[in-house]
């Protein structure tokens, strides 16, 4: 019994060692923050807004590097080339989780990758041309109706307006024709001249268009409505609360990154997501802050790859290689 209390004491004293070790992890170099897509893209303000934040968090430099290309693989690749010792985050958006079944080079990146947090999230707006003049109810009358064709755009194949437009048709029980775009500037061009039916796009980028009548915007994929769109319902309130349309932004690291680094640039973007000047400026940007811990963002991503691979699978959507 003697033995026992001593073993018990010599525990106690160890466990404060212990949780000191594990919270006092700190950066010793700049750390680098990769970016996937070129600079100027919507994902460039998440991370330039949160540097000063993570700085004061981590006692070092935060280095954003754009590394496009390859849809997001260029990016992964350098990160995964990079030592496992927490100098070295990724920033994903939903892209992620469909290049799990749309690419063999990024199949296994789930479990590559632990994630650090859900940072932010844009809704998408379903809008149609103002000359469709229709309502929710007649629009989802109209896909399912398969009398007239109906068509819609998107900036690519693949990509999350994409997904989720196929989504909506399943949920919906409707069907349209996809028209993919390299890009946004063309496809609302055609948008609002009426030649392609409808689409799904960054809240953002559609908020001036509507109020100057080009587009009809016709539901919202966010949880409530949007401040910057008060009149229009959300998919939820139209009894398709499942759908899984919008643009997220998240960070991750590889998964053999020590604990220790993990929990601490994990507290340090939730820190840094927390401050009002930086939760205001994302938001005047039509951001959703979101700042999920890794295990709630785990689920998300999980989430996405189920419903992202019933999508290509069902619709045989492929992209090269």
């Not at 750390?31 to 981590?58: C, H, N, W, Y």
């Not at 799990?100 to 859900?118: E, H, K």
Request: hydrophobic fraction near 45%; aromatic fraction near 6%; charged fraction near 20%.
């Amino acid at each position: 019994m003697l033995l026992d209390r001593r073993a018990l004491l010599l525990t106690g004293l160890a466990l404060p060692t212990i949780a000191r070790a594990q919270s006092d992890w700190k950066p010793t170099k700049p750390v680098r923050l990769i970016l996937p897509f070129t600079a100027g893209t919507s994902m460039d303000p998440v991370a330039r807004l949160a540097q000063e934040g993570l700085k004061d968090a981590l006692g070092q430099t935060v280095v954003v590097e754009n590394i496009a290309g390859a849809a997001t693989v260029i990016a992964g690749a350098e990160t995964l080339k990079s030592p496992p010792d927490g100098h070295t985050m990724l920033m994903i958006a939903n892209s992620f989780a469909a290049n799990i079944t749309l690419r063999t080079r990024t199949a296994d990146w789930q479990r590559a990758f632990a994630p650090l947090v859900q940072a932010t999230v844009v809704p998408h707006v379903l809008t149609v041309a103002p000359s469709m003049k229709v309502d929710w109810q007649g629009f989802a009358k109209r896909l399912r109706d398969g009398g007239t064709p109906v068509t819609y755009g998107s900036p690519g194949i693949g990509t999350s307006p994409h997904l989720g437009a196929e989504h909506l048709l399943r949920l919906a029980g409707g069907k349209a024709a996809h028209v993919p775009y390299n890009g946004t500037s063309q496809l609302f061009v055609d948008l609002y001249a009426g030649r392609i039916d409808f689409a799904l796009s960054n809240l953002p980028d559609v908020v001036q268009p509507i109020a100057e009548g080009k587009l009809t915007a016709l539901a919202v994929t966010a949880d409530k409505r949007v401040p910057e769109l008060p009149d229009v319902p959300t998919f939820a309130e139209l009894g398709l609360p499942d759908l899984l349309s919008d643009s997220w932004f998240g960070i991750v690291v590889r998964r053999d990154t020590p604990a220790p680094a993990r929990a601490a640039l994990e507290r340090a973007w939730l820190a840094t997501l927390a401050r009002p000047d930086v939760k205001e400026r994302l938001q005047a940007l039509s951001f959703t802050v979101l700042a999920r811990p890794g295990a709630e963002f785990e689920t998300v991503i999980d989430r996405y790859v189920t419903t992202y691979a019933t999508i290509i699978k069902e619709n045989g959507i492929t992209v090269q290689q």
